[in-house]
T-cell receptor, first 112, second 109 residues
Framework: SQTIHQWPATLVQPVGSPLSLECTVE??????LYWYRQAAGRGLQLLFY????GQISSEVPQNLSASRPQDRQFILSSKKLLLSDSGFYLC????WGTGELFFGEGSRLTVL | QKEVEQNSGPLSVPEGAIASLNCTYS??????FFWYRQYSGKSPELIMF????GDKEDGRFTAQLNKASQYVSLLIRDSQPSDSATYLC?????????FGAGTILRVKS
């Protein structure tokens, strides 16, 4: 069965510091991968998605970036965090048979 | 701009009642619709998906789709306190899912 892992689960970072969140998927090959962000009390905002190695589509302009160095690895990064980057970050992959998104357990980022 | 709209709530219902959650979407070309449940501090989990007009039932849950009105709803029968959560409506556009902001449901015992 497919599983998706995210880390770290929680982090507190100062404004201006760098960020790296990692996501890996097991049990499937060539998955479409997604990064969503959920601000406190808000819905899910799609940040990036990737259909293959090195292929990244950005949905919103911001100071975040994403990379896909391997088939089942998806990384979210920032060179300098802003207060507005605080939120719950979710990695997901899509089952094309049903269109269902499967989410990792999330990474909660607090920028101070 | 693909939009998915939900009433943020909170929607409060007594235990055992029917909870009705609603969602509208902007693009008539949408084909796939999803309801996710999210407990506080956790990631969303799928409850149901629906593709065709009409009703789809799964246990205590019924999803209803009306493409002409661009409207999808979720009914929860015999609501339980454990159903208290945020319910997210999602619409598939190509290879992406766009989510509504979610409706908070509170089931009072």
């Amino acid at each position: 069965s497919q599983t998706i892992h995210q880390w770290p689960a929680t982090l507190v970072q100062p404004v201006g510091s760098p960020l790296s969140l990692e996501c890996t998927v097991e049990g499937t090959s060539n998955p479409n991968l997604y990064w969503y962000r959920q601000a406190a009390g808000r819905g899910l905002q799609l940040l990036f998605y990737s259909v293959g190695i090195g292929q990244i589509s950005s949905e919103v302009p911001q100071n975040l970036s994403a990379s896909r160095p391997q088939d089942r690895q998806f990384i979210l990064s920032s060179k300098k965090l802003l207060l507005s980057d605080s939120g719950f970050y979710l990695c997901a992959w899509i089952n094309w048979g049903t269109g269902e998104l499967f989410f990792g357990e999330g990474s909660r980022l607090t920028v101070l | 701009q693909k939009e998915v709209e939900q009433n943020s709530g909170p929607l409060s219902v007594p235990e055992g009642a029917i909870a009705s959650l609603n969602c509208t979407y902007s693009d008539r070309g949408s084909q796939s619709f999803f309801w996710y449940r999210q407990y506080s501090g956790k990631s969303p989990e799928l409850i149901m998906f629906i593709y065709s007009n009409g009703d789809k039932e799964d246990g205590r849950f019924t999803a209803q789709l009306n493409k002409a009105s661009q409207y999808v709803s979720l009914l929860i029968r015999d609501s339980q306190p454990s159903d208290s959560a945020t319910y997210l409506c999602a619409v598939r556009y190509g290879n992406k899912l766009v989510f509504g902001a979610g409706t908070i449901l509170r089931v009072k015992s």
